[in-house]
């Protein structure tokens, strides 16, 4: 199977995964709120709001105003969309080591370190969604945000070290930072800061 469609089935796989995981920490406890209620929320910015909805499309979630899910629900597929992007990330950094001979050895060396930063931060992001969304433990998601955004920005600082500045990992890991900022801030309707 060549890379292109390993990516590609990741990407389809990832929201029924999402949906067979979708979490009820809130039994009992209707209506929940609106896809677009949740994703119009103040604290967010206007980019930010604007990948919400995006990912809310993803996921294939019903955004008309009658229809309401439990909030960890958008949590979780905002986590999930991240860990997802990060792998492709991932892949395509190493794609560019094993493949591109026209990187400069300070590329080669700023891209080995991005591998170990998203191995770090595909560990947090993935306990979030896998593990600790679905068992509604809140205890704890805030660090493992935290660590899985700093991995992210430690890969970006590497990046914007270079003499390069247009290097091809660049716009992914720019990407990959607004994915992980808008997944910590939307967790902040189940109470996570
Ligand atoms: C290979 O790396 C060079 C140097 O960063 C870059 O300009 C070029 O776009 C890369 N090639 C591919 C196919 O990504």
Redesign the pocket.
């Known amino acids: 199977m060549s890379m292109s469609k390993i990516i590609l089935l990741l990407l389809l796989l990832a929201p029924l995964r999402m949906a067979a995981a979708s979490p009820d920490c809130a039994p009992g406890r209707e209506p929940g709120m609106e896809a677009s209620f949740a994703c119009s929320q103040m604290w967010l910015l206007k980019a930010e709001q604007d990948l919400c909805v995006r990912i809310m499309a993803w996921g294939g979630v019903d955004m008309s105003v009658s229809h309401k899910e439990e909030e960890t629900g958008y949590v979780s597929l905002a986590a999930w969309f991240a860990v997802e992007s990060f792998e492709v990330t991932r892949i395509a950094a190493r794609n560019?080591l094993n493949h591109?001979t026209?990187?400069s050895g300070e590329?080669r060396r700023a891209y080995e370190g991005c591998m170990k930063d998203y191995a770090l931060a595909g560990r947090s992001i993935t306990r979030v969604a896998d593990e600790m969304l679905p068992s509604c433990r809140f205890t704890g998601l805030s660090g493992e945000y935290n660590r899985a955004l700093n991995s992210i920005v430690s890969c970006m600082n590497r990046l914007s070290a270079l003499a390069?500045v247009n290097?091809?990992l660049y716009p992914m890991v720019l990407a990959d930072q607004d994915k992980a900022v808008l997944a910590y801030h939307l967790a902040t309707l189940i109470g996570v800061v």
Do not use: G, K, V, Y
């Open positions: 560019q591109n026209s990187l590329e390069r290097t091809p």
